[in-house]
């Protein structure tokens, strides 16, 4: 089975702190992916890597960066915490299969962040 | 992207198919319809994905019309278990990002 991991399920910050949240999956995936999930919003995609140390921006980059310097491991780092990025931050992984059909993502438990 | 419009919300009872339908009126010729599931406090996983006609898995059914408008999930009789959101996507083939949208809460009642 695909297992991802996320070294958080719940974490409190302070405003202005610099948060880590990390993701490790264990398929040798190449993709992998940052969201954020929101009452009534659904998940929104903050950014994604199709390879070590590739990234591209999602629809929620803003206050946000990323960084994968190993194929199993993406972490994504808010630099100084606001309150408005309280949320369920979830991560994601797939296998590039090819160009037919759309890969499969698997979702780690999810970080439950708060920020006072 | 297309656009997908699924009910907020449905309520069933354990034992009855539960179908949950989906909207997608311009889908585009390469696009997939795919399905994920979410329970609470847990990350969404991959149902079932479909072009086509009919798809079906050891968890669900999908129905697609030939004009691919519209698709729907078809859940053979429900248990508690089944209480999740639902969630439809349309996603260009090979596209690696997904969007999920609100997705349907499901609820099933004893």
């Known amino acids: 089975d695909v297992k991802v991991t996320q070294s958080s399920r719940y974490l409190v910050k302070r405003t202005g702190e610099k948060v880590f949240l990390e993701c490790v999956q264990d398929?040798?995936?190449?993709?992998m992916f940052w969201y954020r999930q929101d009452p009534g919003l659904g998940l929104r995609l903050i950014y994604f890597?199709?390879?070590?140390?590739?990234?591209e921006k999602g629809d929620i980059p803003e206050g946000y960066s990323v960084s994968r310097e190993k194929k199993e491991r993406f972490s994504l780092i808010l630099e100084s915490a606001s309150t408005n990025q309280t949320s369920m931050y979830l991560c994601?992984?797939?296998?590039?299969?090819?160009?037919?059909?759309?890969?499969?993502?698997?979702f780690g438990p999810g970080t439950r962040l708060t920020v006072l | 992207l297309a656009k997908t419009t699924q009910p907020i919300s449905m309520d069933s009872y354990e034992g009855q198919e539960v179908n949950i339908t989906c909207s997608h009126n311009n889908i585009a010729t390469n696009d997939y319809i795919t399905w994920y599931q979410q329970f609470p406090s847990q990350g969404p996983r991959f149902i079932i994905q479909?072009?086509?006609t009919k798809v079906t898995n050891e968890v669900a059914s999908l129905f697609i019309p030939a004009d691919r408008k519209s698709s729907t999930l078809s859940l053979p009789r429900v248990s508690l278990s089944d209480t999740a959101v639902y969630y439809c996507?349309?996603?260009?083939?090979?596209?690696?990002?997904?969007?999920f949208g609100s997705g349907t809460r499901l609820q099933v009642q004893p």
């Open positions: 479909g072009y086509k």
């Open positions: 994601a992984s797939s296998f590039q299969q090819g160009t037919v059909f759309t890969d499969t993502q698997y």
């Open positions: 398929m040798d995936h190449e993709n």
């Open positions: 996507l349309v996603v260009p083939g090979g596209r690696r990002a997904l969007t």
């Open positions: 890597s199709y390879d070590v140390k590739m990234k």
